[in-house]
């Protein structure tokens, strides 16, 4: 069985501040692993995926995670936050990138204060 | 169309009423899903559909619900005799293809609201 864990469903940062978003996962099998982001009145967007090969994955806006096999995590970074970050992130695990078998987490609300 | 949309945005319903979503996929995207999101939970998979194969519907919670899709179209979740437990925003998605590894776009959803 899969599971998804994200730490904290409210985090807030100051403009240009380090961005750290938690993930923990369990998988029975490699996972794949995802995050999403859905800003405010739009549809859920595919920041970075990690399937196989290289751990650090680098997505879009400047966002990256790493996945950590020992640690079971796939944390989110950004070095710098920007106001335009603030939004709902969530964090996904599935056996091979099967979207029907997702496991979801609750999600993320990040906030980014001036 | 540029990206999956869905409509209503926001829907207020009666107990034991019926609801129709819709969602329109990207056009030549030939799988679709659907997916529900009850407050404070994650997404829980519903159904999926994959060209003229037959949907797998091995998500939906009940018989009173059911979906339909026209061809690799516009597809309908239905909900019958609506409880307040379907209070949740419904999510549509579609892909390039169906199978693994195949990026899911997602519409903003439907907020459903069974009073």
């Known amino acids: 069985a899969q599971s998804v864990t994200q730490l904290g469903s409210h985090v807030s940062v100051s403009e240009g501040a380090l961005v750290l978003l938690r993930c923990n996962y369990s998988?029975?099998?490699?996972?794949?692993l995802f995050w999403y982001v859905q800003y405010p009145n739009q549809g859920l967007q595919l920041l970075l995926k990690y399937t196989t090969g290289a751990t650090l994955v680098k997505g879009i806006n400047g966002f990256e995670a790493e996945f950590k096999k020992s640690e079971t995590s796939f944390h989110l970074t950004k070095p710098s936050a920007h106001m335009s970050d603030a939004a709902e992130y969530f964090c996904a695990v599935s056996n091979a990138g099967n979207n029907r078998k997702m496991i979801w987490g609750l999600g993320t609300s990040l906030a980014v204060n001036p | 169309g540029a990206g999956v949309s869905q409509s209503p945005s926001n829907k207020v319903t009666e107990k034991g009423k019926d609801v129709e979503l819709r969602c329109d996929p990207i056009s030549g995207h030939t799988a679709l899903y659907w997916y529900r999101q009850r407050l404070g939970q994650g997404l829980e998979f519903l159904i999926y559909?994959?060209?003229?194969?037959?949907?797998?519907k091995s998500g939906l919670p009940s018989d009173r619900f059911s979906a339909e899709r026209t061809g690799e179209s516009v597809s309908t979740l239905t909900i019958q005799r609506t409880q307040q437990e379907d209070s949740a925003v419904y999510l549509c998605a579609s892909s390039l293809r169906g199978g693994r590894n195949t990026e899911a776009f997602f519409g903003q959803g439907t907020r459903l609201t069974v009073v």
């Open positions: 559909f994959q060209g003229n194969s037959a949907p797998d």
């Open positions: 998988s029975s099998v490699p996972p794949y």
